[in-house]
């Protein structure tokens, strides 16, 4: 008796514990996740069961419908029914706290899916602490299916309530993790409410309500993966459907028809904002995975109407980077898709951000199309307010916390290095340069950022400045001298080449020690390699600029690559470097020479005037005599061009090839001299010579390129030019070189001048002697021996005197020229 007192007693105290349990699962809507609790279903915990138990499937089968556990459908069954019937059996070991797992007896192990409704998941994400139960639903299912199996404690067709908790500890958990995967793959369409879903108020959805948003949600996440792997006209017309068993793959109970709370549409129907939200996304995915301009032209096509900033900033952008080829652009750039883009762009321009602003500026610089000065200042306008609002929220924080700037806000005036050299440069490239007082502001807000700019945005923004032709100022300057020492190992060879180019530009002297650092380093990264051909000519042509000599490292660099790249050098290369060695008076060695030279006779046909000047003034400068070969191709472009050439630059040409002791041929040299014979059409008429035009200097070079090149005017247009060197000399006026080159062209032709003329010269020689370089005197000396030149005692006594003293100066074999020419002048005691 005491006996069976005892297991009554026992058994009164565990049915009590267990109907508290119950209790307490009624109010808590059976959740028992760590997820805080939400408040019950309006409907009633029993009659929802009851619901899902008539209906079969429920919100969490994935099996088929049929009977409920324990037996066939009898009508409603209540969980007071359920709970009796699961604790008539004997042994019924004590239902655990929620989150006592660990200590369960006989708990059930993890259940690894295996049927095809677990592939309609989010994929699984990794996370910072292992988890213990899979991602997608169990093989059995804890509601509405067949049972697993018969639970610890020997009831078949039952559950106990710790098998009901960790199934739905598992469900929950399962859902969480599905959500944050529908939360990524939707970032605009935050999912509100906790695990179920629901609101915040005192009452929330029912199970069936849960499963009705789940499905919409896992469909409209399906649709949107589906259109970004294969984007097409259906999918951005279509809806996300419901399925036909759910997203468990069950069949929906008739509850689950019924609207969420908020406005929710159930079923896998779209609600709210989440049509745009999912609409805004495809639409951003369609763009960032197309290739070909034409399917983002018919993105635009299609779903322009739907376009927000950033999507526009991104259409633009795309294409942008995908088009290639010349004739690509053009038909891009003239579409009617293009221009509905560009009316996108204007309508969405006061949305964007620096960034966007930057992506617009830059595209239609790659695109080579210019939007038009007033969209380019409003896009510099809306970098402007940016920049000072930042420099402006930097300088002066604010000490309340309350009036800091925060969350969007805050964003909103963070402006990255990368925007503003993307802009800077789009502004340079299309040669818009907006007003000065806008770019005055832009460069003082960026000067002091620009040590923590990389080497290719500081680049670009010096760049942008220089094809602007906008020096920004000596401030300016310092901080980018400052920054480039911090970051000097960063610079490779295009930055170092762009950087010492847009300075030369810009009217900035970079410091010497910086340019040989940074050209040190140029020449140990081998000039750039296949870019070295760019390279050295861009550095070569700034330090000429600046007026700094580049280091001996670099220039033996040069002299080992030239040869090497010759053959990739351009017309604008070539130009550059003997513009440079030329300005610097600094020849390479005979190779490099040769190579440069040769790639300049092969560049001949597409010579400009400019460059054929060019190549002819730094030839003579350098006194390097090309190739006959080479000479020719380079004398061909002369001949073509030679009615393109004003006056004094075909006076150059001449001169040059007097220096280099070529003839072009005496049809060339007429056609070069003939206007200053009178034969051409700016002949001057009027009883006035062609010669007269001339001033001293330029009938020097005529005489002496005449001479050198061995080729013989006519008699009186060489005495006319040897007059105009004496009316000159006469007045005190002509310059010392000049007499040098006249009297020196004169004796090469052999021409027959009077002792008055003679006289005049000399004397102008003797009054120079100080501005005259000894060997200067020596070949003045030795013209008017040859010419003949029979001086007075007084006027071979003074030529006597300046020649004592520029002897000591003079090589050898000048010194021996000047004594034999002053014997032929009479003088025969001349020391040695």
């Not at 959500?179 to 629901?198: D, M």
């Not at 190739?627 to 075909?650: N, T, W, Y």
């Amino acid at each position: 008796q005491m006996q069976a007192q005892m297991q009554a007693q026992m058994q009164a105290q565990m049915q009590m514990q267990q109907q508290a349990q119950m209790q307490q699962q009624q109010q808590n809507g059976l959740h028992f996740g760590t997820s805080p609790p939400v408040p019950p279903p309006q409907q009633g915990g029993q009659t929802l069961l009851a619901n899902l138990f008539a209906g079969g499937g429920g919100g969490g089968g994935g099996a088929p419908r049929g009977p409920a556990p324990g037996g066939p459908a009898r009508g409603a069954v209540s969980l007071a029914d359920l709970e009796r019937s699961m604790s008539q059996g004997p042994g019924l070991p004590m239902a655990p706290a929620p989150g006592s797992f660990d200590g369960w007896p006989n708990q059930p192990p993890s259940q690894t899916p295996h049927s095809n409704h677990a592939q309609t998941h989010a994929p699984h994400h990794t996370h910072d602490t292992p988890l213990n139960v899979p991602a997608s639903t169990p093989a059995k299912p804890a509601w509405g299916g067949a049972s697993a199996g018969p639970p610890p404690g020997g009831h078949e067709g039952v559950k106990s309530l710790a098998q009901i908790q960790a199934e739905e500890e598992a469900r929950a958990e399962a859902r969480r993790r599905d959500e944050e995967a529908l939360r990524r793959a939707q970032p605009g369409n935050p999912v509100v409410g906790g695990v179920w879903g629901g609101g915040g108020g005192n009452s929330g959805p029912s199970l069936a309500q849960i499963q009705a948003e789940e499905m919409r949600r896992a469909e409209a996440a399906r649709a949107d993966a589906s259109s970004r792997l294969a984007p097409s006209s259906e999918t951005r017309t279509s809806a996300a459907a419901p399925g036909s068993g759910g997203v468990w793959g069950g069949r929906p109970s008739a509850a689950v028809s019924q609207p969420l709370p908020g406005g929710g549409g159930g079923g896998g129907g779209s609600g709210g904002s989440s049509v745009d939200a999912s609409t805004s996304a495809r639409i951003q995915g369609e763009l960032t995975g197309a290739r070909d301009p034409r399917d983002i032209l018919a993105i635009v096509d299609a779903d322009g109407d739907a376009f927000d900033p950033i999507h526009t900033a991104t259409a633009i952008h795309r294409i942008a980077t995908h088009t290639k080829g010349d004739a690509t652009r053009e038909s891009v750039t003239s579409s009617p898709s293009f221009a509905a883009l560009m009316d996108l762009v204007r309508a969405n321009l006061a949305g964007m951000n620096s960034q966007g602003l930057a992506n617009v500026a830059w595209a239609c610089a790659r695109l080579d199309h210019s939007p038009g000065a007033d969209l380019l200042d409003d896009i510099t306008a809306g970098l402007e307010r940016e920049l000072t609002a930042s420099t402006n929220s930097n300088s002066s924080p604010a000490k309340d916390p309350a009036t800091k700037p925060r969350g969007r806000v805050a964003k909103a005036r963070e402006v990255k290095p990368q925007a503003v050299s993307n802009m800077v440069w789009a502004l340079g490239t299309l040669r818009h340069r907006p007003s000065d007082d806008a770019l005055a502001s832009i460069f003082h807000a960026v000067g002091p950022r620009l040590a923590s700019f990389r080497a290719q945005e500081l680049t670009n923004v010096v760049l942008g400045a220089a094809h602007m032709e906008y020096a920004p100022g000596e401030a300016f300057n310092a901080s980018v001298y400052d920054a480039v020492r911090a970051n000097h190992r960063s610079f490779e060879g295009q930055e170092t080449s762009n950087l010492l180019w847009a300075l030369a530009r810009i009217g900035a002297r970079a410091p010497d020690e910086l340019v040989s650092t940074l050209l040190e380093q140029s020449a140990a990264q081998n000039l750039g390699g296949m870019a070295s051909a760019l390279n050295l000519s861009q550095c070569l042509w700034a330090c000429a600029k600046m007026g700094v000599n580049p280091p001996e490292t670099y220039v033996n660099a040069v002299d080992a690559e030239l040869p090497r790249c010759a053959n990739r050098l351009t017309t604008e290369s070539v130009d550059c470097i003997l513009w440079a060695l030329a300005t610097m008076g600094a020849p390479l060695s005979a190779d490099a020479m040769d190579a440069l030279t040769s790639a300049a006779a092969r560049l001949a046909d597409r010579m400009d005037a400019e460059m054929l000047v060019k190549t002819h003034w730094a030839l003579a400068r350098l006194r390097h005599r090309p190739a006959p070969g080479d000479m020719q191709q380079i004398v061909s472009a002369a001949r073509r061009l030679a009615d393109e050439l004003p006056a004094d630059d075909r006076l150059t040409v001449m001169h040059a090839w007097g220096v280099l002791r070529t003839n072009p041929g005496d049809d060339v040299i007429r056609a070069y001299t003939a206007d200053f014979r009178g034969e051409g059409d700016d002949a001057t008429s009027g009883g006035t010579t062609a010669e007269s035009e001339l001033d001293g200097d330029q009938a020097a070079k005529l005489l002496c390129a005449y001479g050198r090149t061995r080729h013989q005017p006519p008699g009186a247009h060489a005495a006319a030019l040897a007059n105009r060197l004496v009316e000159e000399a006469a007045e005190g006026s002509l310059h010392p070189g000049a007499a040098v080159l006249g009297l020196w062209g004169a004796s090469l032709l052999n021409m027959r001048m009077s002792t008055k003329q003679l006289d005049i010269l000399a004397r102008n020689a003797i009054a120079q002697d100080k501005k005259l370089a000894p060997r200067s005197l020596a070949k003045i000396v030795w013209a008017l021996a040859a010419l003949g030149y029979d001086p007075t005692p007084m006027d071979l006594g003074a030529l006597k005197e300046r020649s004592a003293h520029a002897m000591p100066r003079l090589m050898a074999k000048d010194q021996e020229a000047l004594r034999e020419a002053l014997a032929r002048l009479g003088d025969v005691q001349i020391s040695r």
